[in-house]
């Protein structure tokens, strides 16, 4: 079983804004990641170190961390937002990677 | 621009073995570490292993701890993931990753996969 935590799934209406989150108590510890994946393809990753944007992402995709809790926020999801979004880390050992167990994103 | 083109992905039977291969291109290839993640069909994302971009530290998920290993030829830009004793399980498509100059856990690169199928 994953050591990060994240809901199934999530809805959000065009143009709204959406958070995705991601628990587990390594967050405490080390920075989160987050990763689109729209079918058929490769993830992307969206956010690094809990809050940076790599470049040619939108500035629509944020991230933050509260606690063991790290999240991602869209605000104003755009249809080719819709996508499963996965969050990683490291473990509480810091010698393992773990993935949360992915969002499905609706939009 | 950086290229990861994985290959090796093959039908193989219960306890057998194959090697995947990934031919990096597009950066300083012995500067990153670089990391094995796999998907199996209509799941989620599970990491398999990282290798430091010397070649001389390994670290391995506990699903496959034993039965897989790590190596890279930084002569070659190639990274490989030597894989026995296959199961069922083991069934999924093999993404090789290169991590962010900013560390692990960050993913910063992906190839399009290898698929593996190990029937039952």
């Known amino acids: 079983s994953s050591e990060l935590t994240q809901d199934p799934a999530v809805s959000v209406a065009l143009g709204q804004t959406v958070r995705i989150t991601c628990q587990g108590d390594?967050?405490?510890?080390?920075?989160a990641s987050w990763y689109q994946q729209k079918p058929g393809q490769a993830p992307v990753i969206v956010i690094y170190?809990?809050?940076r944007r790599p470049s040619g992402i939108p500035d629509r995709f944020s991230g933050s961390r509260s606690g063991s809790t790290a999240s991602l926020t869209i605000t104003g999801a755009q249809a080719e937002d819709e996508a499963d979004y996965y969050c990683?880390?490291?473990?509480?050992?810091?010698?393992?990677?773990?993935f949360g167990g992915g969002t499905k994103l609706t939009v | 621009e950086v290229q990861l083109v994985e290959s090796g992905g093959v039908v193989v039977q219960p306890g057998g073995s194959l090697r995947l291969s990934c031919a990096a291109s597009?950066?300083?290839?012995?500067?990153?570490?670089l990391h094995w993640v796999r998907q199996a069909p209509g799941k989620g994302l599970e990491w398999v292993s990282l290798?430091?971009?010397?070649?001389?530290?390994?670290y391995y998920a506990d699903s496959v701890r034993g039965r897989f290993t790590i190596s890279r030829d930084n002569r070659k830009n190639s990274l490989y993931l030597q894989i026995n004793s296959l199961r069922t399980e083991d069934t999924a498509l093999y993404y090789c990753?290169?991590?962010?100059?900013?560390?692990?856990?960050?993913?910063?690169?992906w190839g399009q996969g290898t698929l593996v199928t190990v029937p039952s």
């Open positions: 990753v290169k991590e962010a100059s900013s560390g692990w856990p960050d993913l910063e690169s």
């Open positions: 597009g950066f300083t290839f012995n500067r990153y570490s």
């Open positions: 290798i430091q971009g010397g070649g001389d530290k390994a």
């Open positions: 390594s967050l405490r510890s080390y920075y």
């Open positions: 170190s809990n809050t």
């Open positions: 990683n880390s490291r473990d509480s050992s810091g010698d393992h990677l773990v």
